[in-house]
């Protein structure tokens, strides 16, 4: 078995718009009512794909879930006197970010060797509470082999968010591994999305040792800020953890709980006097991916808009000239899916498996790359404008896109 971190990102859907769902999201709030525009926000999202496959890396990627979702408008009992955010939420493209797909414990952290997956419910946003049935029926088809055990979402009572608030340490992907769950306290002003009960449950679901486990609080004053989730604020990578000073609620004691469980880790902590927590959200700074190549220099994917800030690029560069663990430094463009607060971070669900375990009508190659890009070209529209969310026309074109693609990749099944 040859086990590689796969990052699976998630094909930007044909009906991508701004519709300020999301409070405590900034950046999604601050562009609502604005146009979209899908084609490119989907060739963005394929562009970063095959970059990083360039480097060597093996990707994967997820279908867009069924827009406008008419199981959910028939479940709504959706009228012309509905609150409007709900029907905007029923064509919501968010299944795009992957990280809240799943949380994901590899096979050497489980105690009965499969890799575990658990669909996560999102119930904290109404949009987002929709996805999961979709999202589990795409696991169960992609990870359908026994190396995989695919568990339903957590009872609703307890928010789940899936890997965007998990964490995994290890000395390489294919070593056992320490899992840090980060959940948020409610009673701020911005809801927190990651309830405790539920990262326990995901542990427990996952047969994981509770000795190789850590939960942390993350900082009241992140989420307060807009870090909805914990990526926007901390990545980590095998030994490394990348992190901002405010990322946790108690920043010393996390750093030693760690440390404990994990001596070999480095961490690399952005100082609130070098990168404030309002530039590290607002530029996204966190929200990257932080990859191993082939060759071993650990590189930084990072959104543009964290290039483009001063304070960012001036810690960046360094970092990079100094000797810490993190050698390159890669900008990427994936504008359309920033401004609703979703960096290449967010576009990617890791799962550490052998790639010959996974369904490959699932995993990115050339051929199939310019397949998608063929499709995308052919039938994403152009342009969404806020008001056109509801036009039957839309529908029809947002309906046949995805079709388009199902048929091009040979998964009929999912539609
Ligand atoms: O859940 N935005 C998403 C962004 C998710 C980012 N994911 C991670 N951090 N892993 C969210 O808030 C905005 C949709 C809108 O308002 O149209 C939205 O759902």
Not at 3 to 25: C, K, M, Q, R, T
Not at 319 to 343: F, T, Y
Request: with cysteine; aromatic share 6%; net charge negative.
């Amino acid at each position: 078995m040859r086990l590689a971190e796969i990052n699976f990102d998630g094909i930007v859907g044909p009906s991508h718009n701004y519709a300020g769902l999301s409070l405590g999201n900034l950046a999604a709030t601050a562009h609502a009512g604005d146009p979209s525009y899908p084609r490119a926000a989907a060739l963005q999202g394929l562009a970063k794909m095959r970059a990083n496959m360039g480097l060597g890396l093996a990707q994967g990627f997820f279908l867009p879930l069924p827009r406008p979702n008419r199981r959910w408008l028939g479940a709504l009992a959706a009228d012309a006197t509905m609150d409007p955010g709900l029907l905007r939420g029923a064509w919501s493209a968010s299944g795009m970010w992957t990280a809240n797909a799943a949380t994901v414990s590899p096979a050497p952290d489980s105690g009965d060797g499969r890799c575990h997956l658990t669909v996560a419910n999102l119930v904290t946003m109404p949009h987002r509470a929709q996805e999961w049935p979709d999202t589990l029926k795409q696991l169960q088809t992609a990870f359908s082999s026994d190396a995989f055990a695919v568990h339903g979402p957590v009872p609703p009572c307890f928010g789940d968010e899936g890997a965007a608030n998990h964490m995994r340490l290890a000395r390489s992907h294919a070593e056992p591994g320490v899992e840090i769950f980060v959940y948020g306290r409610p009673g701020g002003r911005f809801p927190a999305r990651q309830h405790e009960q539920a990262s326990h449950i995901v542990a427990r679901r996952h047969g994981l040792d509770p000795a190789r486990c850590l939960f942390i609080e993350q900082s009241p004053e992140a989420i307060a800020a807009g870090a909805f989730h914990n990526d926007v604020v901390s990545v980590a990578n095998e030994r490394v953890l990348f992190a901002h000073q405010q990322a946790f609620a108690d920043p010393a004691a996390t750093h030693a709980a760690i440390r404990e469980r994990f001596p070999e880790v480095e961490i690399v902590e952005v100082p609130a006097s070098e990168v404030s927590l309002e530039e590290a959200i607002a530029s996204y700074l966190f929200n990257a991916q932080l990859l191993t190549p082939p060759d071993g220099a650990m590189t930084l994917v990072i959104p543009t808009e964290a290039w483009e800030s001063a304070p960012v690029r001036g810690f960046l560069t360094r970092m990079v000239e100094g000797n810490g663990p993190i050698r390159h430094v890669l900008p990427v463009d994936v504008r359309q899916s920033m401004a609703n607060g979703g960096g290449p971070a967010c576009l990617r669900l890791r799962v550490v498996a052998d790639p010959a375990e996974v369904d490959p009508r699932f995993l990115l190659s050339d051929a199939r790359a310019e397949l998608i890009e063929q499709v995308i070209e052919d039938h994403w529209p152009e342009q969404i404008d806020p008001a056109d969310l509801g036009s039957e026309t839309l529908a029809a074109s947002v309906l046949s896109a995805r079709a388009a693609l199902l048929e091009a990749l040979d998964l009929g099944e999912l539609a």
